[in-house]
């Protein structure tokens, strides 16, 4: 498998600490690249994309594609994943933000907020993948792309995935309020 962007590269442009363990992200970005993006862009121009790294052949859009809106793409799921992942860690840590004197868990509101803000953030870059690929000065480049509905592909999954996954009564458990 061809990763679509390296681990220093996550760890430097996100809010993932470089002490995380490349172990630990790199399954992170395996299942961004696997499940998400490659049902985004479809599985030909996906398997394209990886084939054209490997064999050091990739075009000048694809090159654009790849450093200008993969990347982004990418990081803002590993991160979205990885927050959401700390909700049902094995070692019940929680997510903590840091300030001078100690770590803290994040409040209810927070970790929503920073959560949301995530969901988002990829969101966004799903839908500029999708912009530029369907571009009418890019659509010919990119003749493998599977055109998809980005609005009814990448919301509905979302809340729906997290109605099911973390009912409210849930998530107060184990973030209470106060």
């Given at each position: 498998m061809e990763y679509l962007t390296t681990l220093s590269v996550i760890k430097k442009n996100?809010?993932?600490?470089?002490?995380?363990?490349?172990k630990f992200l790199i399954s992170f970005l395996k299942r961004a690249q696997d499940n998400n993006l490659q049902s985004l862009i479809g599985r030909?121009?996906?398997?394209?994309?990886?084939?054209?790294?490997?064999n050091n052949t990739l075009s000048e859009k694809e090159i654009i594609l790849l450093k200008d809106y993969?990347?982004?793409?990418?990081?803002?799921?590993?991160?979205?994943n990885m927050i959401e992942s700390q909700m049902i860690s094995l070692?019940?840590?929680?997510i903590f933000k840091n300030n001078l004197k100690n770590t803290t868990?994040?409040?209810?509101?927070?970790?929503?907020?920073?959560?949301?803000t995530k969901k988002e953030e990829y969101i966004l870059y799903g839908n500029l993948i999708i912009e530029y690929i369907e571009d009418?000065?890019?659509?010919?480049d990119f003749p493998k792309y599977k055109n998809v509905e980005v609005e009814n592909y990448i919301e509905p999954v979302v809340e729906k995935v997290f109605n099911v996954r973390y009912p409210n009564e849930y998530i107060?458990?184990?973030?209470?309020?106060?």
């Open positions: 996100s809010i993932i600490s470089s002490n995380i363990q490349d030909n121009l996906y398997k394209e994309i990886q084939d054209n790294i490997k993969i990347e982004d793409y990418l990081i803002s799921l590993v991160e979205f070692n019940g840590s929680g868990l994040l409040s209810p509101d927070e970790f929503w907020k920073l959560l949301n009418e000065n890019n659509i010919d107060n458990s184990i973030y209470p309020k106060n």
